[in-house]
């Protein structure tokens, strides 16, 4: 589904329709700038334009590529990602070098130094895929998140506890959709999602 969402694969046959524009009738640069993707293991599924990739530069020019920002919301979204201490300990700080990829930094910190370029980007659309950093992303990007509030957050977890305050849950099998409601209206209907979340021990 992501894959076909970024156009990373192109479909033979129905449509991905975001705000009433077809996506492949757009070039992929014009669509990327608007998704954005924090991905599980950070190898770069997605083009980078996507802000799934970290470059070889300082700090600074990953989280604002074309210098838009100040200092300060640099320092803000650094604080609501929970990297803000991690930041002020580093001898250059905001010119701190990352090396191609972000192997310099852990895993967890890759993923939230996407999530602080995501939210300095405003994007209309948002993947979390299986995210692992310490601070519950899905928690500060779901809803009620002011941060968040005019993009849509798609989140692909196995950690089901996290899907509860979803507006939406969507269940794939095999490509197929088995169910797609609120979570609570899923339990009920004691169909796919109800059987995983008996599954996974979660009370509700």
Sequence with gaps: LTNFLFRVLEGCEGKIIIDGIDTSTIGLHDLHGNLNIIPQDHVGIVHSHSGAILFSGTLQSNLDPLGKHSDLELWEVLGLCDLSDFVQSLPKKLLHEISEGGENLSVEQRQLVCLARALLRK??????????????????????????????????????????????????????????????????????????????????
């Design 123 to 204: 994007t209309k659309i948002l993947v979390l895929e299986e995210v692992t950093a310490s601070v519950d992303m899905i928690t500060l990007c779901s809803p009620p998140s002011k941060d968040f509030h005019n993009c849509t957050v798609l989140t692909i977890a196995h950690r089901l506890h996290k899907f509860m305050d979803s507006e939406r849950v969507l269940v794939l099998d095999a490509g197929r959709i088995l169910e797609y409601d609120t979570p609570q209206n899923s339990l009920q209907q004691k169909g796919a999602f109800s059987e995983v979340v008996a599954e996974a021990g979660i009370r509700r």
